[in-house]
């Protein structure tokens, strides 16, 4: 069975589990999303891993206890995938993104 493509984009999204975490892209996470635009707008763990503080407002305001539930790929709740993001290593664009998103999550 196949993951899903919100777990493919998590898995290429965030740093490998095995290896060294400086390791890895973007670009697989990157056609995942050109493959399926709007993964961030249904996932709260996307949006995370994004650091999309807009997606990850509204998807908060429906859920606040996603903030707090970990879920597959890997068992991590939102603020642990954001840490572990290569968008958040890589894509300094995202920072401030990266920043509202963290604060949102704490909150």
Known sequence: MSPSPIDA?????????????????????ESTLAAHPGLAEGSILAAAALGDATALSRLLADDRA?????????????????????????????????????TLLLE
Do not use: E, M, Q
Not at 9 to 29: E, Q, S
Not at 91 to 98: A, E, I, K, M
């Open 9 to 29: 984009f998590l898995v290429a999204a965030c740093v490998p589990r095995t290896g060294a975490h400086a390791a890895g892209t973007i670009d697989l996470a």
């Open 66 to 102: 996603g903030a707090l539930r970990p879920a597959d790929p890997y068992g991590w709740d939102p603020l642990t995938t954001l840490c572990f993001s290569n968008y958040l290593k890589l894509d300094r664009d995202r920072s401030d993104g990266f920043v509202r998103s963290a």
